[in-house]
Nanobody, 114 residues
Framework: QVRLVESGGGLVQAGGSLRLSCAASGLFVSIMNMAWYRQAPGKQRELVAMIYRGGATTYANSTAGRFTISRDSATLYLQMNSLNADDTAVYYC??????????WGQGTQVTVSS
């Protein structure tokens, strides 16, 4: 069964850090394009970071320099540092354009208290 399961969210104070994980079943994360998205209340889902098949990475302007996307063979990670209230959202991992279509996890809540 192909699935993505996020974990690692929680409540953190402003300036703190969290590390999100996305465990993949039935997928070879290390050879795929993978991404983290987030959706804050009342806002559209937005791209946070992406890692490409060859290892190149891109980040949203709001997260560059604070967030780091990485992976091993079966798990996608997002290290988030210097968190602020604007980072509060549900975070999702995505495997785009697979043979099953776009795959999403169920999301993990990140709440930053100021």
């Amino acid at each position: 069964q192909v699935r993505l399961v996020e974990s690692g969210g929680g409540l953190v104070q402003a300036g703190g850090s969290l590390r999100l994980s996305c465990a993949a079943s039935g997928l070879f994360v290390s050879i795929m394009n993978m991404a983290w998205y987030r959706q804050a209340p009342g806002k559209q889902r937005e791209l946070v970071a992406m890692i490409y098949r060859g290892g190149a990475t891109t980040y949203a302007n709001s997260t560059a320099g604070r967030f780091t996307i990485s992976r091993d063979s079966a798990t996608l990670y997002l290290q988030m540092n210097s968190l602020n209230a604007d980072d509060t959202a549900v975070y999702y991992c995505k495997a785009p354009n697979t043979k099953w279509g776009d795959l999403w996890g169920q999301g993990t809540q990140v709440t930053v208290s100021s």
